[in-house]
């Protein structure tokens, strides 16, 4: 099956300041990566997908790109804020109703004021 | 997207006891995922349910110890049999929506604890 590797385990910036995760996977019949947030307490909250006809996407302060022949994709947070900080997981897919979704180990954010 | 409604929110058991998390979606959905979170770590797929036939595992899950039922297309329930202190974790139902149905939402979750 899937397996999706995730680095940092553990991110610290300033606020104001980037940070960047990096994801990797296994399967290249994956198509589909999305990127969730999950906040203490709080289910994981869905924040940006890339399907693997993009290579870049951006909403807002976050940006992904997806390198499908590396097999790497990555999240990059723009000016963060405190309220970014988060556990911040990585998956993959195959592109259906009835594929399992493989988690990345997660990033544990911390942006400091 | 879709919403889904877990309950208990959490629990607190004895070891040896059994227990029964629901989850009610509120549109059809086609497959629902169950995952398991221990603290401060990843999401770990448990089993794929389908309404009318019987659950697949994931290897380290076995239906004796989490069978899963899956009576139509908005609800299943996942009981954690003869409970142990190991299984004390966040246990989330989930499914796919979306307009090619590709993105997957979780309930809250059901805290449970083996005490």
């Known amino acids: 099956g899937e397996q999706v590797e995730q680095l940092p385990s553990i991110l610290r910036v300033q606020e104001g300041s980037s940070a960047s995760i990096n994801c990797s996977y296994e399967?290249?019949?994956?198509?589909?990566f999305p990127w969730y947030k999950q906040e203490p307490g709080e289910n994981p909250k869905l924040i940006i997908d890339?399907?693997?006809?993009?290579e870049r996407k951006q909403i807002q302060e976050l940006i992904v790109l997806l390198d499908k022949k590396a097999k790497r994709f990555s999240l990059h947070i723009t000016d963060t804020q405190p309220g970014d900080s988060a556990m911040y997981f990585c998956?993959?897919?195959?592109?259906?109703?009835?594929?399992?979704?493989?988690f990345g180990g997660g990033t544990r954010l911390t942006v400091r004021p | 997207s879709v919403l889904l409604y877990q309950k208990p929110n959490r629990d607190i058991c004895q070891s040896g006891t059994s227990l029964k998390i629901q989850c009610v979606a509120d549109?059809?959905?086609?497959?629902m995922f169950w995952y398991q979170q221990f603290q401060e770590q990843s999401l770990m797929l448990m089993a794929t349910a389908n309404e009318g036939s019987e659950a697949t595992y994931e290897s380290g899950f076995t239906k004796d110890k989490f069978p899963i039922s899956r009576p139509n297309l908005t609800f299943s329930t996942l009981t954690v049999n003869n409970a142990r202190p190991g299984d004390s974790s966040i246990y989330f139902c989930s499914s796919r929506a979306g307009t090619n149905n590709e993105r997957l939402f979780f309930g809250h979750g059901t805290k449970l604890s083996v005490l």
């Open positions: 998956a993959a897919s195959a592109y259906n109703a009835g594929a399992k979704l493989t």
């Open positions: 890339i399907r693997s006809n993009m």
């Open positions: 549109s059809q959905v086609v497959s």
């Open positions: 399967d290249s019949a994956s198509n589909y």
